[in-house]
């Protein structure tokens, strides 16, 4: 390779340093890369790739994007997987001595990067595990919020609930197969070991939290949380210099629901399951936001649903008070809608990287928290009230803004033209001389025509040379004595005067003093707004929460949603119910979800659960009738009760729900070598592990991935334990008819049907949940209607008789079919149970009738 430039030579030191990232090297207005990051990058941005040094045999390869406009770029970069680094220069080119030095000041990865959409949040995720805890910790660098806290559960459900642009863990993780499996398809950093040591952590938080202890955060004793802790603060400061986080936050466990990564999914509450985006989901229902803030406490709201009644009827109450006073919705949204970033823009005022926009932004959105804070101290609704007393009206923040920033600032600051006239002596003066030398070159060029009488004469300027006057070819001779040469071009000449080099220099060392002075003055501006960061911050909280109501009251008032009843019983009972997002997406499309015809409306259901007598609900009926849709709306009713929302019912009781968990739907993980029926069993399996009697429980279609007679005993067996042993409210959707018998023996299991209607070999969905178990499966018109050609439905037809006309000729009676169940006769099994010597005879007739009944069902 040929020698070196200093140039390059200043480039590979420090690309050495960032081998792993692309770095944008800055030079003048650009960002060139070089070598293979520019070959990577040019692909990528879709940008010429050219070369260095072309003369040369081996020419570097090079391309390069405007520093403007940068952002879009790495937003690209950063979208392909690639880690960034920033390098800039460090020096004033103009004091250098040489080269002008250069380092990187930024690296910026997924975790790190702010995204696109302002209502998401861009987490980054340390894990620590230890012994038997995971220690999480959650970072926002563009909010500053640092959560951390410890779990028992898996680390996927985790990571399913922040959905983290980049996790971080320790080196020694990198190797273990099954967190290769849990972070397959994440951006992962691994960080030496020794950076997640609990002594060094604790040191490094103590350190940049610049307290004497952690008691204060209430975390002093999780181990785990504070070594994932102390190894993120490390690498975000190696990353990012200047961090913004001020307080650790503790995420309590025990005041939400927790909702794992299977739940969160089927239920749809973020994204979609037909492609992933937003449409669809509950969120898309839900969020009538207006501020980003709002938006982001919106999407934490939905996937953290509150579990303390207390909390969730003063949202409930809030919300109320909002629909019952139209004029205070009205204002509050007409207001809080010209409400910006104000977390976001708070979090770059602490690292000093606001911009004079930024600025202008914040005041823009400051001036409007008086008229805020009267209208929320107006309401008649206490916690309404509170979250305005809460809520700063920053009056010489706003003042400070406005006195010293101009209206229309650019966009850096180090440009020059950020300070309002009057509010800095020496800037005002430096700005006059500027102005004022222009106007005396404009004057000068004017009198030099008229003293030397070319006319053509003109004073110019470039960086190089400087002013200078010029002169065409043909007028040289009319150039006075006093004048001169300075450059010769090819069709004239240029020239200077001693008073125009004296003007030169005083308006040209006034504009770098005036530039350097602004940026001064702005950068001691920034410092001044520290004191009031925290209020920001806390405002912002506020109007986040204010922003959730609003958009939560608003949606009730769209779509005439009802208050439900919170309770802390067991009881869930809605009455008419409905689906809110196939609700939403029939209202605008007259369709929903590939299962419901054109015009067709939503049909509402009602729903009765509890943990005693209703606590097991066997719904059978065939495919494409809503059993699915039916579950999955209690469910998305329960939840969205216990985020403090109005509802889609006539009425509703919700006893509060610890976990809801889902078996719905069926999926093949081939790449983790696990097959539709393992992923079933897995589901299964977590649900009979981890629930309780005060979770509620969505199965569908439970042991259908394998043989029908293993299918049934797995569903029989799984039903019963839910029924007897967890005793957890459970909704069971199943084509195995075999298990409606599971009601004639089991107390609080109860048999519902999707009731459908025949004509000839037709038949029409009525969407309507009936008590009682379904005649039959419809498989063969199910068929007909997704298309399958007549010969294959006639021929399906035909076997059916015939294996029923076997089943009838070869098969036992229907209580001995029963024995494949539980050993022995279901009735004499129930009189065994009895306790005869505490039977009262009003209790003995009872069951007599019970067991009358029971047999005239079986016979």
């Known amino acids: 390779m040929s020698e070196l430039t200093p140039l390059m030579k200043q480039y590979f030191s420090i690309k050495e340093k960032y081998h792993d990232a692309i770095v944008l090297f800055r030079l003048g207005d650009f960002y060139e890369m070089f070598g293979e990051d520019a070959r990577i990058a040019s692909n990528i941005l879709q940008i010429a790739l050219t070369s260095r040094d072309k003369s040369k045999d081996d020419p570097m390869p090079m391309c390069g994007v405007p520093y403007f406009s940068v952002d879009g770029y790495i937003t690209k970069l950063i979208k392909a997987g690639h880690k960034v680094a920033i390098c800039?220069?460090?020096?004033?080119p103009k004091l250098a001595k040489g080269i002008v030095q250069r380092d990187v000041v930024?690296?910026?990865?997924?975790?790190?990067?702010?995204?696109?959409?302002?209502?998401e949040n861009a987490y980054i995720m340390s894990i620590f595990p230890h012994q038997d805890m995971i220690g999480i910790t959650v970072a926002d660098?563009?909010?500053g919020e640092f959560i951390v806290y410890e779990t028992e559960k898996s680390v996927d459900d985790e990571i399913a609930r922040h959905e983290p642009r980049e996790i971080l863990c320790p080196y020694s993780m990198k190797d273990n197969i099954y967190y290769q499996e849990i972070l397959k398809g994440f951006y992962v950093s691994y960080y030496d070991d020794w950076y997640f040591d609990y002594t060094e952590s604790y040191k490094t938080l103590l350190r940049y939290f610049r307290v004497s202890s952690l008691d204060g955060y209430g975390c002093s004793n999780m181990n785990a949380a504070i070594s994932a802790a102390g190894a993120l603060i490390s690498y975000l400061e190696d990353s990012q210099k200047i961090l913004t986080f001020k307080k650790i936050s503790v995420l309590n466990q025990t005041s939400y629901m927790f909702l794992d990564s299977s739940t969160k999914r089927n239920l749809e509450l973020l994204h979609n399951l037909k492609d992933g985006s937003l449409e669809g989901s509950l969120l898309w229902v839900l969020d009538e936001t207006l501020t980003p803030m709002g938006g982001r406490f919106m999407r934490n709201a939905i996937t953290m649903p509150l579990l303390s009644s207390d909390e969730i009827i003063k949202r409930q109450d809030a919300i109320h008070a909002i629909i019952e006073d139209y004029e205070l919705m009205e204002d509050l949204r007409t207001t809080i809608r010209k409400i910006q970033d104000i977390e976001r823009l708070t979090s770059r005022i602490i690292s000093k990287s606001a911009g004079p926009r930024d600025l202008i932004a914040l005041k823009g959105s400051i001036e409007h928290m008086p008229k805020i804070k009267k209208l929320l101290s107006s309401s008649k609704n206490e916690y309404i009230r509170e979250i305005g007393n809460n809520i700063s009206e920053f009056i010489d923040l706003k003042d400070m803004i406005d006195f010293s920033i101009v209206e229309n600032p650019p966009v850096n600051p180090r440009e020059g033209g950020i300070i309002r006239r009057g509010f800095n002596k020496e800037v005002d003066e430096l700005r006059n001389i500027s102005v004022s030398g222009k106007d005396f070159i404009a004057r000068l060029e004017t009198e030099e025509r008229q003293r030397t009488g070319i006319s053509s004469l003109k004073i110019g300027f470039n960086k190089v040379f400087g002013y200078y006057i010029e002169v065409t070819k043909p007028n040289l001779h009319l150039v006075p004595d006093d004048y001169i040469r300075k450059q010769t071009l090819a069709n004239c000449e240029r020239f200077i005067t001693p008073e125009l080099k004296e003007y030169e220099t005083k308006v040209i060392g006034a504009e770098d003093r005036l530039r350097e002075l602004?940026?001064?003055?702005?950068?001691?501006?920034?410092?001044?707004?520290?004191k009031y960061t925290s209020q920001l911050l806390e405002t912002s909280a506020q109007i986040a929460i204010m922003d959730f109501l609003l958009s939560l009251s608003t949606v009730a008032k769209r779509y005439d949603y009802v208050r439900p009843v919170i309770s802390d019983s067991d009881v869930i009972e809605i009455v008419d119910g409905r689906h809110p997002v196939i609700e939403r997406l029939l209202g605008i499309k007259g369709q929903g979800a590939g299962v419901r015809s054109l015009d067709e409306k939503f049909i509402p259901n009602s729903t009765r659960i509890d943990c005693k007598e209703n606590r097991l609900l066997i719904i059978t009926g065939p495919n494409m009738a809503g059993k699915s849709t039916y579950m999955r709306q209690t469910a998305l009713i329960v939840l969205m009760a216990q985020i403090g929302s109005f509802v889609p019912a006539n009425s509703a009781v919700v006893g509060i729900v610890d976990r809801i968990f889902t078996r719905i739907g069926a999926s093949d993980y081939i790449t983790k070598g696990q097959s539709t029926f393992m992923v079933e069993m897995i589901e299964t399996a977590n649900i009979l592990n981890n629930a309780t009697e005060r979770s509620l429980i969505l199965l569908d279609e439970v042991g259908r991935g394998t043989s029908t007679f293993d299918g049934i005993s797995i569903a029989w067996a799984v039903a019963e334990y839910l029924?007897?042993?967890?005793?957890?409210?459970?909704m069971f959707a199943t084509h195995y008819n075999e298990l409606t018998d599971l009601a004639?023996?089991?107390?609080?299991v109860r048999n519902y049907n999707v009731a459908v209607k025949e004509w000839g070999d037709e038949i029409i969905f009525l969407r309507k949940i009936e008590k009682g178990p379904a005649d039959k499966s419809y498989g063969i018109q199910v068929a007909r209607l997704a298309g399958l050609p007549d010969s294959v439905i006639e021929n399906a037809k035909s076997v059916l008789e015939k294996l029923q006309k076997r089943e009838s000729n070869?098969?036992?009676?229907r209580a001995a079919q029963m024995d494949l169940f539980f050993a022995g006769d279901p009735i004499v099994r129930e009189l065994l149970n009895i306790d005869v010597e505490n039977l009262t005879p009003q209790k003995a007739?009872?069951?007599?009738?019970?067991l009358r009944k029971k047999a005239e069902g079986i016979a």
């Open 106 to 119: 930024k690296v910026i990865t997924p975790g790190t990067h702010i995204p696109e959409q302002p209502k």
């Open 744 to 748: 004639l023996i089991i107390d609080g």
């Open 810 to 813: 070869t098969l036992i009676p």
């Open 141 to 143: 660098l563009s909010t």
């Open 518 to 530: 602004e940026y001064e003055i702005y950068m001691n501006i920034l410092e001044k707004m520290q």
């Open 845 to 850: 007739l009872k069951k007599i009738m019970e």
């Open 88 to 92: 800039e220069q460090i020096e004033d």
């Open 723 to 730: 029924a007897n042993k967890i005793k957890a409210r459970t």
